[in-house]
C-alpha cells in the first residue's frame, strides 16, 4: 500500500495550491489510522444546465481521491444559486427562479457520474441547511467581519470602483464555507477562483469547533478561444454531453497555443507531441470524445469534421425541417427567423451571421442583404450556418 506521502504527492499532481502545507498528507495518514476514507467536497451551483470540461478538471481530480478509497460529498448549491457566485464579476449575478434551478440540479448531477464513481458518490443539496432559522444566520454571520469579506479580490475592485455590492453577494463565501461545515468536509477542491471561500469554510469549521479541511485549488481550463476561462455564457464552451461530432470540431477549433494545457489537465499528459498541431489536435478530439461517447462515435466525428472540412461536403444525414408557413410572406422566407427557430440563436445573431459571410444554401454563400430567400430556393436545400450547423428545409405547403 502506497505511503501517505505517496498518495499525497500523486494527489497534488496538477493542482495550483495546497494549503496549508502537508496538510493533506496528515489527513491521509489519519484516514490510514483509522480505516476510514476521507470526505472530499465539490460544491457547483447549478446556473446553468450542462457540465463543460471546465468542470472535469476538478471532477477528474475527484475521481482520483475516488479511486484512493475516499468519498465525495458532492454538494449541488441549490440554495447559494440564489445568491449567485460572485467570483470575478464586476456585477451581481443575474437571479434565477426555483424551476430553473431544480431543473439545472437534476441535469448537473447525472452529468457529473460521467466522470465520478456513483457507487463512492454522496450527494446532497444545501438547501437541507441553508434553510436555516434566523437565530442560526445570525450565529453564522457574526462569526466573520465585513473587513474579511471585502478582502475578496473582486468585492475589493467593485468597492474601489464604486460599483454596488449587495449584502447578499456579500453572504455568499459563508454560505459556501457553511457547506463544510454541514458536511464535515476533510478536504475542498475548487477552482484557483474559490481559494477565498474554501478557506472561509477551513475558519467556519473552527468557530463550530470541527476540524478542519485542507483545500486544494486546481487550474481554470481556457475556453475555446484560448483567452477566457471555459464558460458557458461566453459562447466559449466544449459541453461534455455535446454530440461526438459538435466536441470533436470544437476541439479542432483551439488555438495551438493552448493545446497543452488542454492535454495536462484533460488527459494527464503534461509532455504532449504538438509538432504537428493539426494531427495533435486530432489525437485530442478522439480521446475527448471517446471518453464521453465511445471509440465508434470518436471514429465517425473524426469522419463527419472531414467530410465538412476536408472534402468540404455536408455531412452524410442532416436534419429536416418543415418551413413554418408563418415564415413565408409573398413568396419569400425570412432567413433571421427562419435560423433563429432552427439554432435556437436570436435573429441579429443570424443576421450578423449572414453579413459576415458565414450562412450557405447549398453551398452557395449568401450575400449581406440576402435576408428574404425565394421558397423555391429552399426547398429540398440545405442551409450551412457557421462551421458545424446544417438543416435541410422542406416545404409544408
Request: include cysteine; charged fraction near 30%; hydrophobic fraction near 35%.
Amino acid at each position: 500500500m502506497a505511503k501517505p506521502c505517496e498518495k499525497a504527492n500523486y494527489l497534488q499532481r496538477n493542482a495550483v495550491e495546497l494549503l496549508p502545507e502537508g496538510e493533506l498528507e496528515k489527513k491521509l495518514r489519519l484516514s490510514d489510522e483509522e480505516g476510514r476514507g476521507l470526505r472530499v467536497k465539490l460544491g457547483i451551483d447549478p446556473t446553468a444546465p450542462d457540465i463543460h470540461l471546465g468542470h472535469t478538471v476538478v471532477l477528474q481530480k475527484l475521481r482520483e481521491f475516488q479511486d484512493l478509497g475516499h468519498r465525495v460529498v458532492l454538494i449541488i448549491g441549490d440554495y447559494t444559486a440564489r445568491v449567485g457566485e460572485p467570483s470575478g464579476r464586476s456585477e451581481a449575478r443575474r437571479a434565477l427562479d426555483g424551476e430553473e434551478i431544480v431543473k439545472n440540479s437534476q441535469t448537473c448531477k447525472k452529468q457529473a457520474f460521467k466522470v465520478l464513481d456513483i457507487e463512492k458518490t454522496e450527494v446532497r443539496l444545501n438547501s437541507e441547511w441553508l434553510d436555516m432559522k434566523m437565530d442560526e444566520l445570525f450565529k453564522l454571520a457574526r462569526s466573520v467581519t465585513i473587513a474579511q469579506v471585502i478582502e475578496r479580490d473582486d468585492f475589493e475592485t467593485r468597492f474601489k470602483e464604486g460599483k454596488p455590492i449587495s449584502l447578499l453577494e456579500m453572504l455568499y463565501p459563508l454560505l459556501q464555507g457553511y457547506d463544510s461545515v454541514a458536511v464535515e468536509a476533510d478536504v475542498e477542491l475548487g477552482g484557483t477562483d474559490q481559494k477565498f471561500n474554501l478557506l472561509m469554510g477551513r475558519q467556519l469549521q473552527q468557530t463550530y469547533g470541527q476540524p478542519q479541511q485542507a483545500i486544494m485549488t486546481m487550474p481554470i481550463l481556457p475556453g475555446t478561444d484560448g483567452h477566457l476561462r471555459m464558460s458557458k455564457s461566453t459562447g466559449n464552451y466544449i459541453g461534455v454531453t455535446e454530440s461526438p461530432e459538435e466536441m470533436f470540431g470544437k476541439v479542432m477549433s483551439i488555438p495551438d497555443e493552448i493545446m497543452p494545457i488542454y492535454f495536462e489537465l484533460l488527459v494527464g499528459d503534461d509532455d504532449p507531441d504538438i509538432s504537428n498541431p493539426n494531427e495533435a489536435k486530432r489525437s485530442l478530439g478522439r480521446m475527448l470524445v471517446a471518453r464521453f461517447s465511445g471509440d465508434d462515435e470518436a471514429k465517425r466525428a473524426e469522419e463527419h469534421f472531414d467530410r465538412l472540412h476536408k472534402e468540404k461536403r455536408a455531412p452524410e444525414q442532416v436534419e429536416e425541417e418543415g418551413i413554418p408557413s408563418d415564415l413565408i410572406a409573398d413568396g419569400k422566407v425570412h432567413l433571421p427567423a427562419l435560423m433563429a427557430n432552427s439554432f435556437d440563436i436570436s435573429r441579429c445573431d443570424a443576421r450578423r451571421m449572414i453579413a459576415q459571410g458565414g450562412v450557405r444554401i447549398d453551398g452557395q454563400p449568401l450575400s449581406e442583404d440576402e435576408l428574404d430567400v425565394d421558397m423555391e430556393r429552399l426547398d429540398g436545400a440545405v442551409l450551412k450556418a457557421g462551421k458545424r450547423r446544417f438543416v435541410r428545409y422542406r416545404s409544408t405547403a
